[in-house]
């Protein structure tokens, strides 16, 4: 077994403010991509 770094040896450890701030990034982007969905239905007609 080999004690290498999966990704980015020397990057820092995650802290739990980057950890929410990832989630905060994930969560605004599942918003717009719901809202381009729904402008997308609306212009091109309910099925």
Not at 9 to 25: H, I, N
């Amino acid at each position: 077994m080999a004690d290498e770094p999966w990704l980015n040896g020397t990057a820092p450890e995650p802290q739990p403010a980057d950890l929410a701030r990832g989630l905060a990034l994930y969560r605004r982007v599942m918003v717009m991509l719901a809202t381009l969905m729904a402008l997308i239905i609306l212009l091109n007609g309910l099925p």
